[in-house]
């Protein structure tokens, strides 16, 4: 019986590695960097892969990047060290696809170590062809690994999971600590937070049904409540994170004087969180409840059915409920911050994934047979479908939204007339994709009076800048005039496309002056 069941085991986990190896590995590399965050990633990973060092990472323009720690860059630069050192697109994208797919089958192994291969595969398939979590699979940013980091550290130190013998609790401990530690590489504190307020929604809801985590439960387990909560393996898990964690802190905020504690620290969290950073958007607090319906799409069609059947069959289902309490009390912690993105809700979705595939079981086993096959049916169809869908998506919009997005082509232009090792200057101009395809040298200022004196030096000098400021460079350059070479019109965004503007620098002469 054991065999049998470890044969199903892995025979779902290949299944679902599949369909989720297939969303999110598809032509992975095929279109351009697109993000800020992109290319943010590629100039730190290849700087990394350059120069080396282990302290706060840094652009092309020799900026250091106070904006996030350094695992998710790392994790780049070994995927192209792996590919002969050179920083592309897949490398990018790489560590964000395979977090995806280990997400995906965390939850899976989860719910089949329960005895629920039904919601186990229910759980997985949803949470992998989720509309915004297959496509923050496919793109170089730390969501998903944060996401991955978060689902470890619960399913691992979930009151129910680390019940057991000795050996298992210490496993458990050590998988979450290993996980907590890996998100605050990733993320910061929040690597912390995230997965805390999880576990203490649990912890603190826990009894509230006749099958929860009662102390009866506990001793039926082997343990008693007093022996459960010793201290040890607290301590011991804090002292892993701690170790892992803070060397890394401490070299950043020495080589930095101090710098990236009050930036990362204090601006990237605490004003980002109370609404005091003015150059970021605010939202309501129920941002996020339109959100997870959009983002959840083709699924959230389902979700009322699926509140129905739960209130109806599974409302003490421990395992629904573990999915419902990691999802809502992540979704209101999150709405307490001013400054909200859609992208970071989703460290929910993995709880919100259990719960639906926990209720829909429910329904599915209150069925008759012919249901039931019916149902299977369905969902390899809908399997399917949506696996189609993407390909045909990325094989047909995604190049053309590519061509809109690409930077490459106007990066090769500048780099005919400016050849390297030649600096290309940024004036005003904060652009991370054509930076990265530029290369280095780079600079980067904002004041006038920098690009005066940067044109009366001799020789030419290359300026990037603005299309809005290429026509007032007369009322604030004398040393020098600048020459337009090339035009650059950026479309993203629609309402407001930008211009790029690169110009040449001739510096006066004294038959001019």
Same mark, same amino acid.
């Given at each position: 019986?054991?065999?049998?069941?470890?044969?199903?085991?892995?025979?779902?986990?290949?299944?679902?590695?599949?369909?989720?190896?297939?969303?999110?590995?598809?032509?992975?590399?095929?279109?351009?960097?697109?993000?800020?965050?992109?290319?943010?990633?590629?100039?730190?990973?290849?700087?990394?892969?350059?120069?080396?060092?282990?302290?706060?990472?840094?652009?092309?323009?020799?900026?250091?990047?106070?904006?996030?720690?350094?695992?998710?860059?790392?994790?780049?630069?070994?995927?192209?060290?792996?590919?002969?050192?050179?920083?592309?697109?897949?490398?990018?994208?790489?560590?964000?696809?395979?977090?995806?797919?280990?997400?995906?089958?965390?939850?899976?192994?989860?719910?089949?170590?329960?005895?629920?291969?039904?919601?186990?595969?229910?759980?997985?398939?949803?949470?992998?062809?989720?509309?915004?979590?297959?496509?923050?699979?496919?793109?170089?940013?730390?969501?998903?690994?944060?996401?991955?980091?978060?689902?470890?550290?619960?399913?691992?130190?979930?009151?129910?999971?680390?019940?057991?013998?000795? %050996?298992? !609790? /210490?496993?458990?401990?050590?998988? #979450?600590? &290993? =996980? $907590?530690? @890996?998100?605050?590489? *990733?993320?910061?504190?929040?690597?912390?937070?995230?997965?805390?307020?999880?576990?203490?929604?649990?912890?603190?809801?826990?009894?509230?049904?006749?099958?929860?985590?009662?102390?009866?439960?506990?001793?039926?387990?082997?343990?008693?409540?007093? %022996?459960? !909560? /010793?201290?040890?393996?607290?301590? #011991?898990? &804090? =002292? $892993?994170? @701690?170790?892992?964690? *803070?060397?890394?802190?401490?070299?950043?905020?020495?080589?930095?004087?101090?710098?990236?504690?009050?930036?990362?620290?204090?601006?990237?969290?605490?004003?980002?969180?109370?609404?005091?950073?003015?150059?970021?958007?605010?939202?309501?607090?129920?941002?996020?409840?339109?959100?997870?319906?959009?983002?959840?799409?083709?699924?959230?069609?389902?979700?009322?059915?699926?509140?129905?059947?739960?209130?109806?069959?599974?409302?003490?289902?421990?395992?629904?409920?573990?999915?419902?309490?990691?999802?809502?009390?992540?979704?209101?912690?999150?709405?307490?911050?001013?400054?909200?993105?859609?992208?970071?809700?989703?460290?929910?979705?993995?709880?919100?994934?259990?719960?639906?595939?926990?209720?829909?079981?429910?329904?599915?086993?209150?069925?008759?047979?012919?249901?039931?096959?019916?149902?299977?049916?369905?969902?390899?169809?809908?399997?399917?479908?949506?696996?189609?869908?993407?390909?045909?998506?990325?094989?047909?919009?995604?190049?053309?939204?590519?061509?809109?997005?690409?930077?490459?082509?106007?990066?090769?232009?500048?780099?005919?007339?400016?050849?390297?090792?030649?600096?290309?200057?940024?004036?005003?101009?904060?652009?991370?994709?054509?930076?990265?395809?530029?290369?280095?040298?780079?600079?980067?200022?904002?004041?006038?009076?920098?690009?005066?004196?940067?044109?009366?030096?001799?020789?030419?000098?290359?300026?990037?800048?603005?299309?809005?400021?290429?026509?007032?460079?007369?009322?604030?350059?004398?040393?020098?005039?600048?020459?337009?070479?090339?035009?650059?019109?950026?479309?993203?965004?629609?309402?407001?496309?930008?211009?790029?503007?690169?110009?040449?620098?001739?510096?006066?002469?004294?038959?001019?002056?």
């Amino acid at each position: 019986m054991k065999r049998a069941s470890f044969r199903e085991s892995a025979c779902g986990m290949a299944i679902v590695a599949a369909f989720a190896g297939w969303l999110f590995l598809d032509r992975l590399g095929e279109r351009d960097l697109w993000s800020s965050h992109e290319g943010r990633a590629a100039q730190n990973a290849q700087r990394f892969l350059d120069d080396g060092g282990w302290g706060p990472l840094r652009l092309y323009d020799d900026r250091p990047e106070y904006q996030k720690p350094p695992l998710y860059y790392w994790l780049v630069a070994v995927a192209a060290w792996f590919r002969g050192g050179t920083v592309d697109a897949l490398a990018v994208r790489l560590p964000a696809a395979l977090a995806g797919i280990l997400t995906v089958l965390a939850v899976y192994r989860f719910l089949a170590g329960r005895g629920r291969p039904v919601a186990a595969c229910i759980a997985a398939g949803v949470l992998a062809s989720a509309n915004h979590f297959t496509w923050l699979a496919r793109t170089g940013r730390i969501d998903t690994p944060l996401t991955l980091a978060v689902t470890l550290a619960v399913l691992s130190l979930a009151p129910d999971s680390r019940m057991g013998n000795d %050996s298992r !609790r /210490r496993r458990s401990w050590l998988i #979450g600590s &290993l =996980a $907590i530690a @890996a998100g605050i590489l *990733l993320k910061g504190p929040l690597g912390l937070i995230l997965p805390l307020t999880a576990l203490i929604a649990m912890s603190s809801l826990a009894g509230l049904c006749e099958a929860g985590f009662t102390e009866a439960s506990y001793r039926r387990a082997g343990l008693t409540e007093a %022996s459960y !909560r /010793r201290i040890r393996p607290i301590v #011991g898990g &804090l =002292a $892993i994170v @701690a170790s892992l964690t *803070l060397p890394w802190f401490i070299v950043a905020h020495v080589q930095s004087g101090g710098e990236f504690t009050r930036v990362f620290f204090w601006y990237h969290h605490v004003q980002r969180a109370t609404g005091g950073a003015e150059t970021l958007a605010t939202h309501p607090w129920w941002f996020y409840a339109p959100r997870l319906l959009v983002d959840w799409l083709p699924w959230s069609i389902g979700f009322p059915a699926a509140v129905w059947i739960w209130i109806r069959n599974s409302s003490c289902d421990r395992d629904a409920r573990l999915g419902l309490v990691w999802a809502g009390s992540l979704v209101l912690l999150l709405s307490c911050s001013r400054f909200k993105r859609a992208d970071y809700l989703l460290p929910a979705y993995p709880g919100v994934a259990i719960w639906l595939g926990c209720a829909l079981e429910q329904a599915y086993f209150r069925t008759t047979l012919s249901r039931q096959r019916a149902w299977l049916a369905s969902g390899v169809v809908m399997a399917v479908v949506i696996a189609v869908a993407w390909g045909v998506f990325e094989r047909t919009i995604v190049p053309r939204l590519d061509a809109e997005r690409e930077k490459h082509s106007f990066a090769a232009a500048i780099r005919t007339v400016a050849p390297r090792p030649t600096q290309i200057l940024f004036f005003r101009v904060e652009d991370h994709l054509l930076a990265f395809h530029l290369g280095r040298p780079i600079n980067t200022f904002m004041e006038w009076e920098n690009l005066d004196i940067w044109t009366g030096r001799p020789g030419p000098h290359f300026v990037l800048m603005p299309a809005e400021w290429a026509s007032q460079w007369q009322d604030h350059v004398t040393a020098g005039t600048l020459e337009e070479l090339l035009r650059y019109e950026d479309r993203t965004d629609r309402c407001r496309p930008r211009g790029l503007v690169l110009m040449r620098t001739h510096p006066a002469t004294s038959a001019d002056e």
